[in-house]
């Protein structure tokens, strides 16, 4: 049985740091492409990075371009996302994602093209 467990949010003032981690378990992890999306409150979710299953290629939305890095652990089966410079637009609930899929742009952006979830971590940035 897959599982996600994600960790590291929290409450931190703007231009602050987080450094999200989204432990995987039940699943090859190394065969996995893996995602971040966040919802704000009121909103859908939406795309925020990505990471093919080789960590070789990743894919990013542009509004987190330059500020956030997704990265992934083979080791400890666990990707993260390391997010400076935070901005209040970035308040959201951040959920990690896997599925084995193609690694194109097209198909990583879209939530329903992953069968995988985490629980869900809530970030807060305060201005």
């Known amino acids: 049985q897959v599982q996600l467990v994600e960790s590291g949010g929290g409450f931190v003032q703007a231009g602050g740091s987080l450094r999200l981690s989204c432990a995987a378990s039940?699943?090859?992890?190394?065969?996995?492409?893996m995602g971040w999306f966040r919802q704000p409150t009121g909103k859908e979710r939406e795309f925020v990075a990505a990471v093919s299953w080789s960590g070789g290629s990743t894919y990013y939305a542009d509004s987190v371009k330059g500020r956030f890095t997704i990265s992934r652990g083979a080791a400890t089966n666990t990707v993260f996302l390391q997010m400076n410079s935070l901005k209040p637009e970035d308040t959201a609930v951040y959920y990690c994602?896997?599925?084995?899929?193609?690694?194109?742009?097209?198909?990583?952006?879209?939530?329903?093209?992953?069968?995988?979830w985490g629980q869900g971590t809530q970030v807060t940035v305060s201005s």
């Open positions: 039940g699943m090859p992890f190394s065969s996995y492409a």
């Open positions: 994602a896997a599925d084995r899929l193609a690694f194109t742009y097209q198909l990583v952006r879209a939530p329903d093209k992953f069968n995988y």
